[in-house]
């Protein structure tokens, strides 16, 4: 295992969340071949590992062949192959899911907004059916910054009670709008049938597991880094977003469904606010043997596929009352995640 993502396991499971809630559970993770599925399925491998937990992991994917190989082989891994946005017949208890399959490329929004929007709204409600049906210890779905669109005019921060606008005409809403019916579905399901449903509101994460290909600013700079070319910016850079890394994210969502009470709660590390041309630069300062330079290539189109939310960075105070704090600065996180991808790299694995 690449030493960067080991040493986020080990470093997700020292802190003091309730670990011992699994311990000889079954947990099903949806979208388990994705950056997130991934590290929630390793988290509990390591458990199974470190503290002898004896956990049992269904990995719900649609190609079973994206699972690592590591993970596929591994004795208390069963891997389904299933399309979330179809009903699921799951055999044998299920004590915890974690709804985590959905498009997050904005290639993928732009040229297929019908499957993106299925697979949370579909993929939200059978799994919630599931969760109902199995009498499921804790559900948990993984929304987005999205949810909350537009800010309104002066505001900075977004708390777990407060909206902006989303336009629900345009196509490229298929996933913040996605997102909040999946949302309501859980409000639904935990009021009518007590069902334990959290929502993780997540602000752009980045980190090791993540593809470099998948049309993402920050994906985009990382390969231009890894592979000595200056950074191009397709837009002014002006759009202001908060980035937090990988394992800090996922443990925030592991205290939230294991700690958690209420049912919405942010994730972002609001110091780890910064405009997408800050963030090409922070990345250029970082690697200065590369020499890299920054160059603005705007085209006509280049909004296409990308949210329009120019503002609105996410308040965790919630969070933090649970005990939350991320352990990586903005250029601690992309230095790491660059160290990852070089390793791969070294390896051929990219």
Not at 41 to 65: D, F, G, H, M, Q
Not at 99 to 128: E, K
Not at 146 to 175: A, H, T
Request: proline share 5%; charged share 25%; aromatic share 8%.
């Amino acid at each position: 295992m690449n030493p960067i993502l080991n040493d986020d396991l080990n470093r997700i499971i020292a802190q003091d969340i309730s670990w011992e809630k699994l311990r000889n559970k079954r947990i099903m993770v949806t979208g388990a071949s994705g950056m997130l599925g991934t590290y929630f399925v390793r988290t509990v491998l390591k458990l199974n590992e470190a503290k002898s937990a004896n956990i049992r992991v269904l990995c719900i994917v649609r190609n079973p062949k994206k699972i690592p190989t590591d993970i596929a082989n591994n004795e208390k891994v069963e891997i389904v192959s299933q399309d979330v946005s179809k009903p699921m017949n799951i055999e044998g208890n299920v004590d915890y899911i974690i709804h985590a399959a959905s498009p997050a490329s904005p290639l993928i929004m732009r040229d297929d907004p019908v499957g993106t929007i299925a697979a949370n709204t579909l993929g939200a409600f059978y799994t919630l059916m599931l969760a109902k049906e199995k009498k499921a210890d804790g559900y948990m779905f993984i929304s987005s910054r999205e949810i909350y669109g537009q800010p309104q005019e002066g505001q900075e921060f977004f708390d777990e009670e407060s909206y902006g606008f989303v336009d629900p005409l345009d196509p490229r809403s298929c996933y913040p709008e996605g997102k909040k019916a999946a949302e309501t579905m859980c409000a639904s399901f935990r009021a009518q049938y007590g069902l334990n449903a959290k929502t993780a509101r997540l602000a752009h994460t980045y980190g090791p597991e993540m593809s470099i290909y998948d049309g993402r600013v920050q994906a985009d700079f990382l390969k231009n880094v890894l592979f000595n070319e200056d950074i191009v910016l397709k837009s002014d850079g002006s759009s202001v977003r908060t980035y937090t890394y990988i394992a800090d994210a996922v443990a925030g969502m592991w205290r939230i469904l294991l700690d958690g009470d209420d049912i919405a709660y942010n994730i972002g590390d609001e110091n780890g606010k910064v405009s997408i041309r800050e963030l090409a630069e922070l990345l250029v300062r970082i690697n200065p043997e590369k020499d890299l330079k920054l160059i603005f290539d705007i085209p006509k189109d280049s909004g296409a596929g990308c949210a329009p939310f120019t503002m609105g960075i996410l308040s965790s105070k919630k969070l933090r009352k649970l005990g939350w704090k991320p352990d990586n600065t903005i250029e601690e996180g992309f230095a790491r995640t660059l160290r990852y991808l070089e390793i791969e790299k070294e390896c051929g694995n990219l």
